[in-house]
């Protein structure tokens, strides 16, 4: 300070002093507030869900709000809206999967046909081969990651089956051909068998059967497409109600089958992660449906293609104990390590084995109440033509008709999500239509006449905003369950609905339902034009690839860091001050949003499809928005993720060195050259 400036300081009275020091005092305590803040904002929030705050220059503020689409009534509408997509389309008919012949499994086997069959618990050779010897080696549980088999037997056509699953070694009379292959089916009950465990049916008049047939990617619309005479039947014969609404919570299989199975989300399960700590085994942690039906007496199946990408197993720890009395799993571990391709099994179709088994669970067990669910997926996870497997379903529809089965059995065919890859997803439509799989309940006469209601219910919430969770519930009532520490364990935060006895509200939104915004079906989204050079696009993707980056630094010595590359698309949509209110009640990580706050200009979400480098990587992300005005500086852009980045082209080995440290990085990580596969 000079000395000029000295002496006309101490003329200032006290006060007057004072004053221009608790002036400066506090102006440094407010850029140390707003310093911790933004701090606070970037590095203190929950680290699933990653924030940021940055100061803007006014231009660059300016060309954001200007770039915005205006707020209209549309935009304030609370409820859900299904959107209006069509079934076809000359982009989507130029894209169709190409025709699978009839006799596919025959030429890609190399004529390799099938020995032997299975049914009602016995093993056959069929005719041609009936003076062969073969032997059976069964199928041992190790462990939900492992199977292995036992010491071989003989076996002779007409036997019982040695174990739930075996592998079949046989030879000619000649010995000039051989035969192996692992068969499995449903094994008759007996006093110490699979199948006599749970407890004993009580009000067994209320018990209902259900058997539920599950596809891998597949939408609602593209089960029309692909599946036309199996639809067909459900709807026409079966008198099956499709859910119109019926939208996912997550990526993946996980998220649509652990709410369906367990009635909780895969965001609120307990850690059961490979590679994280603490993390324990599904059934030590979760309540599954399987146990509530087996304590009232139910015979369980349980089956899943593709085991080696196993739902509970590739990502989690899966299973302590075997949750079904007939558990498929350990037989297809053994079985599809053997296939020469996922489709086939020598001559038949990889599907009518697993098909076959619920049969069998119908045809043994007539008195006991029973509970099928099976997943297939070496079909529709690769986008094939899925003729072959409309024409097994056909098949197995006409048997359960023939059967009498829909006097006492519900069947439900759905799927978990629509196609994650190709063209087609990487549109609007194929957006869409990944967030809405098939869903679709055919309820049994029995249950018709027992709940009057049922299927007006039913009809009335098929075009309301549904979601897994609420199946679950539904799958409950349907097998005559009306009560479950289920749904006790599923949390208070979200409300669910017995789709056959309660009404969805019309009023439904997707934070209502618990539906992040990445997956919901809901928003109106308007296109933005050149989104490489529009500022909040361009922000919004380098949050986003950030965000991978972050995912994968704790892996940095395996994983390469990524560059945004290119913004190819990008949608907004402006939230309506009712929906900012609404969200801070999902999650306080929301709390910057809050349309109470008077700094607030807008708010809303990004849909963005963009390129990384240089691994090439095709995703797209939801990005949640906010723009405030600061009173003491420059304008702030709030970004928030609403969920992880979907990849949506194929990394294929890419990622090897995380398949068994951090699974869950895989569509993130691009490996650095030299890493070895998988290290431990």
Same mark, same amino acid.
């Given at each position: 300070?000079?000395?000029?400036? *000295?002496?006309?300081?101490?003329?200032?009275?006290?006060?007057? *002093?004072?004053?221009?020091?608790?002036?400066?005092?506090?102006?440094?305590?407010?850029?140390?507030?707003?310093?911790?803040?933004?701090?606070?904002?970037?590095?203190?929030?929950?680290?699933?869900?990653?924030?940021?705050?940055?100061?803007?220059?006014?231009?660059?503020?300016?060309?954001?709000?200007?770039?915005?689409?205006?707020?209209?009534?549309?935009?304030?509408?609370?409820?859900?809206?299904?959107?209006?997509?069509?079934?076809?389309?000359?982009?989507?008919?130029?894209?169709?999967?190409?025709?699978? !012949?009839?006799?596919?499994?025959?030429?890609?086997?190399?004529?390799?046909?099938?020995?032997? *069959?299975?049914?009602?618990?016995?093993?056959?050779?069929?005719?041609?081969?009936?003076?062969?010897?073969?032997?059976?080696?069964?199928?041992?549980?190790?462990?939900?990651?492992?199977?292995?088999? &036992?010491?071989?037997?003989?076996?002779?056509?007409?036997?019982?089956?040695?174990?739930?699953?075996?592998?079949?070694?046989?030879?000619? !009379?000649?010995?000039?051909? #051989?035969?192996?292959?692992?068969?499995? +089916?449903?094994?008759?009950?007996?006093?110490?068998?699979?199948?006599?465990?749970?407890?004993?049916?009580?009000?067994?008049?209320?018990?209902?059967?259900?058997?539920?047939?599950?596809?891998?990617?597949?939408?609602?619309?593209?089960?029309? #497409?692909?599946?036309?005479?199996?639809?067909?039947?459900?709807?026409?014969?079966?008198?099956?109600?499709?859910?119109?609404?019926?939208?996912?919570?997550?990526?993946?299989?996980?998220?649509?089958?652990?709410?369906?199975?367990?009635?909780?989300?895969?965001?609120?399960?307990?850690?059961?992660?490979?590679?994280?700590?603490?993390?324990?085994?599904?059934?030590?942690?979760?309540?599954?449906?399987?146990?509530?039906?087996?304590?009232? +007496?139910?015979?369980?199946?349980?089956?899943?293609?593709?085991?080696?990408?196993?739902?509970?197993?590739?990502?989690?720890?899966?299973?302590?104990?075997?949750?079904?009395?007939?558990?498929?799993?350990?037989?297809?571990?053994?079985?599809?390590?053997?296939?020469?391709?996922?489709?086939?099994?020598?001559?038949? $179709?990889?599907?009518? #084995?697993?098909?076959?088994?619920?049969?069998?669970?119908?045809?043994?067990?007539?008195?006991?109440?029973?509970?099928?669910?099976?997943?297939?997926?070496?079909?529709?996870?690769?986008?094939?033509?899925?003729?072959?497997?409309?024409?097994?379903?056909?098949?197995?529809?006409?048997?359960?008709?023939?059967?009498?089965?829909?006097?006492?059995?519900?069947? $439900?065919?759905?799927?978990?999500?629509?196609?994650?890859?190709?063209?087609?997803?990487?549109?609007?439509?194929?957006?869409?239509?990944?967030?809405?799989?098939?869903?679709?309940?055919?309820?049994? #006469?029995?249950?018709?006449?027992?709940?009057?209601?049922?299927?007006?219910?039913?009809?009335?919430?098929?075009?309301?905003?549904?979601?897994?969770?609420?199946?679950?519930?539904?799958?409950?009532?349907?097998?005559?369950?009306?009560?479950?520490?289920?749904?006790?364990?599923?949390?208070?935060?979200?409300?669910?609905?017995?789709?056959?006895?309660?009404?969805?509200?019309?009023?439904?939104?997707?934070?209502?339902? &618990? $539906? !992040?915004?990445?997956?919901?079906?809901?928003? *109106?989204?308007?296109?933005?034009?050149?989104?490489?050079?529009?500022?909040?696009?361009?922000?919004?993707?380098?949050?986003?690839?950030?965000?991978?980056?972050?995912?994968?630094?704790?892996?940095?010595?395996?994983?390469?860091?990524?560059?945004?590359?290119?913004?190819?698309?990008?949608?907004?949509?402006?939230?309506?001050?009712?929906?900012?209110?609404?969200?801070?009640?999902?999650?306080?990580?929301?709390?910057?949003?809050?349309?109470?706050?008077?700094? %607030?200009?807008?708010? &809303?979400?990004?849909?963005?499809?963009?390129?990384?480098?240089?691994?090439? /990587?095709?995703?797209?992300?939801?990005?949640?928005?906010? %723009?405030?005005?600061?009173?003491? /500086?420059? !304008?702030?852009?709030?970004?928030?993720?609403?969920?992880?980045?979907?990849?949506?082209?194929?990394? +294929?080995?890419?990622?090897?060195?995380?398949?068994?440290?951090?699974?869950?990085?895989?569509?993130?990580?691009?490996?650095?050259?030299?890493?070895?596969?998988?290290?431990?």
């Amino acid at each position: 300070m000079s000395l000029k400036t *000295r002496r006309i300081f101490k003329r200032l009275t006290f006060n007057t *002093r004072f004053s221009l020091w608790s002036l400066v005092i506090l102006s440094i305590a407010c850029l140390s507030c707003t310093a911790t803040i933004l701090w606070f904002f970037n590095h203190a929030l929950p680290s699933d869900y990653m924030q940021y705050a940055e100061a803007l220059e006014e231009e660059h503020f300016n060309a954001i709000i200007n770039s915005l689409p205006p707020k209209t009534e549309e935009f304030s509408k609370r409820n859900c809206q299904s959107p209006n997509l069509p079934l076809e389309t000359k982009f989507i008919h130029d894209h169709r999967p190409v025709p699978m !012949p009839a006799d596919f499994c025959w030429k890609a086997g190399g004529s390799a046909e099938n020995w032997l *069959r299975v049914s009602e618990s016995r093993v056959y050779l069929k005719p041609k081969f009936s003076g062969s010897s073969c032997t059976a080696e069964p199928v041992v549980w190790v462990d939900d990651q492992s199977s292995e088999f &036992g010491s071989a037997r003989p076996l002779r056509s007409g036997d019982e089956l040695p174990s739930l699953g075996f592998r079949a070694s046989c030879q000619s !009379p000649d010995r000039t051909s #051989r035969h192996s292959s692992v068969y499995y +089916g449903v094994k008759r009950a007996t006093s110490s068998a699979a199948g006599s465990r749970g407890g004993s049916p009580t009000d067994s008049s209320e018990l209902g059967n259900v058997i539920m047939l599950g596809l891998d990617s597949l939408s609602r619309l593209e089960s029309l #497409r692909s599946l036309p005479r199996a639809s067909r039947i459900m709807q026409d014969r079966l008198g099956a109600i499709t859910l119109q609404q019926y939208n996912i919570m997550g990526d993946g299989t996980p998220a649509a089958l652990l709410p369906i199975l367990t009635g909780i989300r895969e965001a609120d399960m307990p850690e059961s992660r490979k590679g994280f700590a603490g993390a324990r085994f599904l059934d030590d942690s979760l309540r599954w449906i399987f146990q509530d039906l087996r304590d009232r +007496g139910f015979v369980t199946l349980y089956g899943e293609e593709q085991s080696a990408y196993g739902t509970f197993q590739l990502r989690f720890h899966g299973f302590r104990r075997q949750p079904t009395d007939f558990y498929l799993r350990p037989a297809l571990l053994q079985q599809e390590r053997l296939q020469t391709n996922a489709i086939c099994i020598g001559d038949e $179709i990889a599907s009518a #084995r697993m098909l076959s088994a619920v049969k069998d669970l119908f045809t043994l067990y007539p008195d006991r109440p029973k509970f099928a669910f099976t997943f297939f997926s070496s079909l529709s996870h690769e986008n094939q033509d899925l003729s072959p497997m409309d024409a097994e379903l056909v098949k197995f529809l006409d048997w359960f008709e023939a059967a009498n089965l829909s006097s006492n059995t519900s069947i $439900i065919l759905m799927s978990d999500h629509g196609q994650r890859h190709g063209p087609l997803r990487n549109s609007m439509q194929g957006k869409l239509e990944e967030s809405l799989p098939l869903m679709s309940i055919a309820l049994s #006469r029995q249950l018709m006449s027992r709940k009057k209601d049922a299927a007006e219910t039913l009809r009335t919430n098929a075009n309301r905003l549904t979601t897994p969770v609420d199946i679950h519930r539904t799958l409950l009532n349907l097998s005559g369950l009306r009560d479950s520490t289920t749904l006790a364990a599923g949390g208070a935060s979200l409300t669910s609905y017995s789709l056959i006895d309660e009404a969805v509200p019309e009023t439904r939104s997707c934070s209502d339902a &618990g $539906i !992040p915004t990445h997956w919901c079906s809901c928003l *109106r989204l308007k296109k933005i034009q050149e989104p490489s050079s529009n500022e909040l696009a361009v922000r919004a993707a380098r949050f986003a690839v950030n965000q991978m980056n972050s995912a994968t630094e704790p892996f940095r010595h395996l994983c390469q860091e990524l560059q945004l590359g290119n913004v190819t698309e990008a949608e907004v949509s402006l939230a309506s001050e009712d929906l900012a209110r609404r969200e801070r009640h999902v999650s306080w990580r929301y709390v910057a949003y809050n349309a109470e706050n008077s700094a %607030l200009l807008a708010a &809303g979400y990004l849909t963005l499809r963009l390129v990384t480098e240089p691994n090439g /990587g095709l995703f797209e992300a939801s990005v949640q928005f906010g %723009l405030q005005r600061s009173r003491f /500086g420059s !304008p702030l852009l709030l970004l928030s993720s609403t969920s992880e980045a979907s990849r949506i082209n194929r990394y +294929g080995s890419q990622a090897h060195c995380v398949t068994e440290v951090a699974p869950h990085l895989r569509k993130f990580c691009l490996c650095r050259t030299g890493v070895s596969d998988s290290p431990s």
